[in-house]
Each structure stands twice: as structure tokens, then as C-alpha cells.
């Protein structure tokens, strides 16, 4: 089943403890992201990759870190948690192309203490 | 001015009813329209892409009208499994790169 699958879920942690939440997509895609979601927000870019060893910021990228070693995964990296990183968090992949829709994985809902 | 703009709604309709949202962009060189669905605290998955020409799926019509720059969904005979948020999407990029742009969505509530 082709799917963008997230880890963890659900995540509540402390300000300063570096965390990892890991995506992976079985889609082949060349192109993955990471949004964040808060009320009255919408949906914001806060990294994306267009191919292996190629990452880009989008709209918020403070306080975030990403990597793509390999096409399939694309973790994001809270080096130092805040409260105001308490969001819920989207991985998505498409191919590349203009009219490619996107493919979301379910969500992990962060809460920083 | 917001790259996308919905209307947040919440559009309250009885079931049965045909409501309508739009949705503007700004970069007049998007090249790509998309509506999502959304339902709550679940991830964002596609409803329907947008063609120039408008294109329907069975109850949900879109449509893009580039020269005033929106696009629409027509969703007819409303049936409660309807609600949720609908986000207008559009790409603003050109060749193999391009953005998705979200709306902040608009909310839809179905009522027997």
C-alpha cells in the first residue's frame, strides 16, 4: 500500500530534550516536506527536499533541522524543544512536476513542556 | 495579502443543500489548483485537482477562472459525511520545482 508513514504519533517532552520524528515514504517520490499545523494558521512549510542531499527551507524553518540521505526518509530534527514548537506536525511526498498532488502522513501532534 | 485566501466559514447547510466555497491566489503565474479535504486532527488528503476547463467528480464541481484569479467547489446534495475543512491548494511554481501554497481551509458543517 503506498503510504507516507510517521513516527511517533503523539509525542509530549520538555523543552531542551533534542527529538527526532521520522518519515518515510514507499512512493518513490523525489519530493517530501514537513508542515506544521496551529489553529488560525493553516498549514506551514517548514522544510522540504527535492531529491537526495538536497534540502531547502520554506516558511518557518527556526528551530528545525532536516536531513534526506536516503529518497525514502526524511526525519526532522527538534535540536533544542520550545513550547512554541507544540504543534501538530505533517510529512508529505509527491513526485516532481507541477501538478502533482501531495500524499500526507497522519500527523504527530507534538507537545514541548 | 495572503498568497491563498479562503473564507473560514463555518458554512452551516442542512443536508440535501449545495454550497459553494472560493478561493483566491495572488501569484497570477500558479500553475497548478488542488482541493483538499480535511478532516479534524486527521491528515489532509486530495479531493479533487482543478482543471482549466473545470472538471466534476461525481457531487463536487471545481473550477478555476484565472483571470480574476479563484478557484471554486461546488459541492451538491450535501450529505453529512461532507463535513469537514476543505483547503484550496495552488502551485506556485514553474518546470519540475513549484510550492503548494495552503489555505487556511474553510470549515463545513453538514446538519440533518
Known amino acids: 500500500e503506498a503510504q507516507v508513514t510517521q513516527n511517533p504519533r503523539y509525542l509530549i517532552t520538555v523543552t531542551g530534550k533534542k527529538l527526532t520524528v521520522t518519515c518515510s515514504q514507499n512512493?518513490?517520490?523525489?519530493?517530501m516536506s514537513w508542515y506544521r499545523q496551529d489553529p488560525g494558521l493553516g498549514l506551514r512549510q517548514i522544510y522540504y527536499?527535492?531529491?537526495?542531499?538536497?534540502?531547502d527551507k520554506g516558511d518557518v524553518p527556526e528551530g528545525y533541522k532536516v536531513s534526506r540521505k536516503e529518497k525514502r526518509n526524511f526525519p526532522l530534527i527538534l535540536e533544542s524543544p520550545s513550547p512554541n514548537q507544540t504543534s501538530l506536525y505533517f510529512c508529505?511526498?509527491?513526485?516532481?512536476?507541477?501538478?502533482?498532488?501531495?500524499?500526507f502522513g497522519d500527523g504527530t501532534r507534538l507537545s514541548i513542556l | 495579502r495572503k498568497e491563498v485566501e479562503q473564507d473560514p466559514g463555518p458554512f452551516n447547510v442542512p443536508e440535501g443543500a449545495t454550497v459553494a466555497f472560493n478561493c483566491t491566489y495572488s501569484?497570477?503565474?500558479?500553475?497548478?489548483f488542488f482541493w483538499y479535504r480535511q478532516d479534524c486532527r486527521k491528515e489532509p488528503k486530495l479531493l479533487m485537482s482543478?482543471?482549466?476547463s473545470g472538471n466534476e467528480d461525481g457531487r463536487f464541481t471545481a473550477q478555476l477562472n484565472r483571470a480574476s484569479q479563484y478557484i471554486s467547489l461546488l459541492i451538491r446534495d450535501s450529505k453529512l459525511s461532507d463535513s469537514a475543512t476543505y483547503l484550496c491548494?495552488?502551485?506556485?511554481?514553474?518546470?519540475?520545482?513549484?510550492?503548494?501554497?495552503f489555505g487556511q481551509g474553510t470549515t463545513l458543517q453538514v446538519k440533518p
Open positions: 508529505a511526498s509527491r513526485y516532481q512536476g507541477v501538478g502533482q498532488p501531495q500524499h
Open positions: 512512493m518513490n517520490h523525489e519530493y
Open positions: 527536499s527535492m531529491n537526495v542531499e538536497v534540502t
Open positions: 501569484n497570477s503565474a500558479s500553475q497548478s
Open positions: 482543478v482543471y482549466s
Open positions: 491548494v495552488v502551485n506556485t511554481g514553474s518546470g519540475n520545482t513549484g510550492k503548494l501554497i
